[in-house]
């Protein structure tokens, strides 16, 4: 049986964030990723300015940037009635596929001293005194490992080893009618430094660009909203497309780039937080931020630096489980539910047939208000009272 300070499953950005600080403080760590990478993720794949300071405390500004990221400086919302709003950000954004962002934060975790297992599902995690036993099955071969403790950050489809269903449920609406997400990068449109959204029956889809010239066009459709149901992603981004002009024209040049399509059913907008189950969720699989905040990659990325803040001083002794647990709920609760009110509240505002076009006049003659309502989304960067 293999030994291990630390175990956390699930390698993406906020799974590799907590092995690569964990590891840097001198913890043996282990990984555990089910499937192949690097590859291509359903994501706005949009780093917000608020994601910088984050990416300096975790030591990778400078990997992030020999990815070249495309900067982004403004935002515009499309409407499907011809109305559109536009706002500067208060900093630039990166744009950054999740292909090479997941790939270098993991390539990371691995140079500070993690031990990284790809192919390898947990199929149980059992308490056992002063720790975990955790069973991976890789291959054939089912092998177990004692550690001292365990992060979950399986992402928001993921579910708890052993278990067929997933701890925290979405509302009976999503579940009636759910939302699938598609995305696809493009090539042979052009565009400004600017991350586009465009608003139809239905959902919405976004174009933003990525590393190499390259455009990540990405959506969120309600599944009943179109039918017969598209068969393809493609499909779906035609059909995205041929409820709004504007998007129809924008995206009538775009070249799909080939093996960069991606999909993901149920997206769980409105599932319930749940930072602590046995042991703590990070990123998405602990609490989902509308994709419409446009700040889900900030909020893996601050989770997994609390998160590992807090395992280092229980594994130094510092602090107990309990305690752990406590100040984990704590930084859940005060850090990031307001942004996931805010950002279903606008979900639930752009999506009523009637309420955008009141909304973008309130907003084109408030002076400010657009930009109070993006930062009313983000994460607040604010130190935090361990005590």
């Given at each position: 049986?293999?030994?291990?300070?630390?175990a956390?499953?699930?390698?993406?950005?906020?799974?590799?964030?907590?092995?690569?600080?964990?590891?840097?403080?001198?913890?043996?760590?282990i990984?555990?990723?089910?499937?192949?990478?690097?590859?291509?993720?359903?994501?706005g794949?949009?780093?917000?300015?608020?994601?910088?300071?984050?990416?300096?405390?975790?030591?990778?500004?400078?990997?992030?940037?020999?990815?070249?990221?495309?900067?982004?400086?403004?935002?515009?919302?499309?409407?499907?009635?011809?109305?559109v709003?536009?706002?500067?950000?208060?900093s630039?954004?990166?744009?950054?596929?999740?292909?090479?962002?997941?790939?270098?934060?993991?390539?990371?975790?691995?140079?500070?001293?993690?031990?990284?297992?790809?192919?390898?599902?947990?199929?149980?995690?059992?308490?056992?005194?002063?720790?975990f036993?955790?069973?991976?099955k890789?291959?054939?071969?089912?092998?177990?490992y004692?550690?001292?403790?365990?992060?979950?950050?399986?992402?928001?489809?993921?579910?708890?080893?052993?278990?067929?269903?997933?701890?925290?449920?979405?509302?009976?609406?999503?579940?009636?009618n759910?939302?699938?997400?598609?995305?696809?990068?493009?090539?042979?449109?052009?565009?400004?430094?600017?991350?586009?959204?465009?608003?139809?029956?239905?959902?919405?889809?976004?174009?933003?660009?990525?590393?190499?010239?390259?455009?990540?066009?990405?959506?969120?459709?309600?599944?009943k909203?179109?039918?017969p149901?598209?068969?393809?992603?493609?499909?779906?981004?035609?059909?995205?497309?041929?409820?709004?002009?504007?998007?129809?024209?924008?995206?009538?040049?775009a070249?799909?780039?080939?093996?960069?399509?991606?999909?993901?059913?149920?997206?769980?907008?409105?599932?319930?937080?749940?930072?602590?189950?046995?042991?703590?969720?990070?990123?998405?699989?602990?609490l989902?931020?509308?994709?419409?905040?446009?700040?889900?990659?900030s909020?893996?990325?601050?989770?997994a630096?609390?998160?590992?803040?807090?395992?280092?001083?229980?594994?130094?002794?510092?602090?107990?489980?309990?305690?752990?647990?406590?100040?984990?709920e704590?930084?859940?609760?005060?850090?990031?539910?307001?942004?996931?009110q805010?950002?279903?509240?606008?979900?639930?505002?752009?999506?009523?047939?009637?309420?955008?076009?009141?909304l973008?006049?309130?907003?084109?003659?408030?002076?400010?208000?657009?930009?109070?309502?993006?930062?009313?989304?983000?994460?607040?960067?604010?130190?935090?009272?361990?005590?």
């Open positions: 049986m293999y030994a291990y300070d630390a956390i499953i699930g390698a993406g950005i906020a799974g590799s964030a907590i092995a690569k600080s964990l590891a840097d403080s001198g913890w043996n760590t990984l555990f990723e089910s499937k192949k990478f690097p590859r291509h993720k359903v994501c794949e949009f780093l917000s300015p608020e994601a910088k300071s984050m990416l300096d405390s975790l030591g990778v500004n400078e990997l992030i940037q020999s990815l070249r990221p495309s900067l982004i400086e403004r935002s515009r919302l499309i409407f499907s009635h011809g109305d709003l536009e706002a500067p950000l208060a630039h954004a990166l744009g950054v596929s999740r292909y090479s962002l997941d790939a270098a934060l993991l390539s990371s975790a691995q140079l500070a001293g993690a031990h990284v297992q790809t192919g390898a599902t947990v199929t149980a995690v059992t308490p056992a005194n002063e720790g036993i955790i069973e991976a890789q291959g054939a071969e089912t092998v177990s004692k550690v001292r403790t365990v992060m979950a950050a399986w992402g928001g489809n993921g579910r708890m080893p052993g278990t067929a269903l997933h701890p925290a449920r979405s509302n009976s609406r999503e579940t009636k759910p939302y699938v997400g598609v995305k696809s990068h493009v090539a042979g449109i052009t565009t400004d430094a600017a991350v586009e959204l465009y608003f139809f029956e239905g959902g919405y889809l976004g174009i933003s660009p990525v590393e190499d010239g390259r455009y990540n066009v990405s959506a969120l459709l309600r599944q909203a179109f039918e149901k598209p068969k393809t992603i493609q499909g779906w981004i035609d059909a995205a497309c041929s409820r709004s002009p504007q998007l129809l024209h924008k995206l009538s040049n070249v799909p780039i080939a093996g960069t399509e991606a999909a993901v059913a149920p997206v769980q907008i409105s599932r319930k937080p749940l930072a602590w189950n046995s042991y703590p969720r990070v990123g998405d699989a602990g989902m931020i509308p994709p419409l905040c446009g700040d889900g990659m909020m893996a990325l601050r989770s630096l609390v998160c590992a803040a807090l395992a280092n001083r229980y594994l130094s002794g510092q602090i107990s489980f309990e305690l752990w647990r406590h100040h984990y704590r930084f859940i609760e005060q850090q990031l539910k307001g942004p996931r805010w950002g279903r509240l606008l979900q639930w505002m752009i999506a009523a047939p009637a309420l955008p076009r009141l973008v006049p309130c907003v084109r003659y408030t002076p400010g208000l657009m930009q109070r309502l993006i930062q009313a989304t983000r994460i607040k960067d604010v130190p935090l009272d361990f005590q």
